[in-house]
């Protein structure tokens, strides 16, 4: 499903005016405070967005034009242009994040149906189809619009959204070393997910949207054991 980009484009258009309206909801001095990442201030969370925006639409012109455009030249990179970005005034950071998805969706919309076969090569160095681009930036905008919030709320982000999120975390972190054997139960949904190999030895249990915090390292449970970064 992640790569069916009928149902993936307007996820992102709605999670990018979701993510969009929790900036516009924060003052300028909030931009100053602490987000739910450890390190990274709310600027840090809107500038991060707002690059990674820019790096998937040199994926999507890679695509279109058969010329490599990687999303960073390398890791440093991405880290240097976050930090600049987190330093702008509020008023320059909004409408950089704005100009950004503007230019995203832009990009994606000129992708033509052969172009969405395209491979190109994720920051971590994964070749995939340019068809999942949308979902990179799918959990971008929704996952970070909760790390500007004071309360880890992920009640906004859609079911099938939620789903997804869970398909992709639970699969990245089993290949993870120290992964522990652990099934994932929402009480929400009639299905479970695995993480890690073997029988599992613990039940994660709770609403959906509330075991994709804890998969993705936001939420803490202490009564489950602990995970290895999912990304």
């Not at 987000?35 to 967005?49: I, M, T």
């Not at 906004?156 to 099934?183: F, H, M, Q, W, Y």
């Not at 695995?194 to 998969?215: I, K, N, Q, Y």
Request: charged fraction near 25%; include cysteine.
């Amino acid at each position: 499903m992640k790569h069916e980009v009928s149902l993936t484009l307007p996820w992102v258009r709605e999670g990018t005016k979701h993510f969009l309206a929790v900036v516009e909801s924060l003052s300028d001095s909030d931009f100053r405070r602490d987000s739910r990442l450890p390190g990274w201030s709310k600027a840090h969370v809107v500038g991060h967005v707002a690059r990674n925006a820019e790096a998937l639409a040199r994926l999507a012109t890679w695509a279109r034009t058969g010329v490599e455009t990687p999303m960073y030249a390398d890791r440093s990179q991405r880290v240097a242009e976050i930090e600049e970005s987190a330093v702008l005034p509020p008023p320059e950071l909004r409408a950089f994040l704005v100009d950004s998805a503007e230019r995203l969706d832009s990009e994606l919309d000129r992708l033509a149906p052969e172009g969405w076969t395209a491979q190109v090569r994720s920051a971590l160095g994964r070749t995939i189809p340019a068809a999942e681009v949308p979902w990179m930036r799918i959990r971008e905008v929704w996952l970070h619009a909760a790390d500007l919030g004071d309360d880890t709320v992920f009640d906004e982000i859609p079911d099938r959204v939620v789903d997804l999120l869970l398909d992709d975390v639970c699969a990245n972190l089993s290949g993870k070393d120290g992964c522990p054997p652990v099934t994932v139960a929402p009480v929400d949904r009639h299905t479970s997910w695995r993480l890690g190999a073997g029988d599992p030895g613990a039940t994660a249990r709770g609403r959906a949207a509330e075991l994709v915090g804890w998969v993705t390292g936001r939420v803490p449970r202490p009564d489950l054991p602990p995970l290895p970064g999912w990304l």
